[in-house]
């Protein structure tokens, strides 16, 4: 068990609709890091937080894509109008403070129709 | 040119065999060196961290040479569980991490 917990684990949708997951850290990490998988690649990293503060977002988050850490401890990623090249594991990761490991949540699969 | 590159795969061993896998990084900055393994449709999960002097978990071996901007891994005695995709990854600025495309691995009987 990681401490991380994704809700949901599976999604669909229809193109155009706007879709929200959710990524609980289960004790506090100040340090929480979204990155989102397509088939046959490695995860990429997306946007994260440290604590509240979002320090860094990818160019892959485009307009549609918004996310937060509203207290510090859980986080959401919010998909407006979304397309099928969206479809992707959207995982959530959170980092030790003592070294730069990174855990990573069971992820979301988002399937776009 | 992607910032970690790895073999693809896929490697076909029988159990009991060693097998390696090779990765290279293009940012000499690179700070922070880990190999992951993944399980189909499973998050990634931390195997083990690389070091400059390179380590040992078990069966699991890892190397880094930073002149050459190369990391190793190596499996031996293998086993039909640890069939997989094994990611290498690397950490730039402390932040966030790079992975490569990941290299399939397959035990067989």
Known sequence: DTGVSQDPRHKITKRGQNVTFRCDPISEHNRLYWYRQTLGQGPEFLTYFQNEAQLEKSRLLSDRFSAERPKGSFSTLEIQRTEQGDSAMYLCAIQTLSSYEQYFGPGTRLTVT | RKEVEQDPGPFNVPEGATVAFNCTYSNSASQSFFWYRQDCRKEPKLLMSVYS???????????????????????????????????????????????GTGTRLQVFP
């Open chain 2, 53 to 99: 002097s390179g380590n040992e978990d078990g069966r699991f071996t890892a190397q880094l040479n930073r002149a050459s901007q190369y990391i190793s891994l190596l499996i031996r005695d293998s086993k039909l569980s640890d069939s997989a995709t094994y990611l290498c990854v690397v950490n730039v600025d402390t932040d966030k991490l790079i992975f």
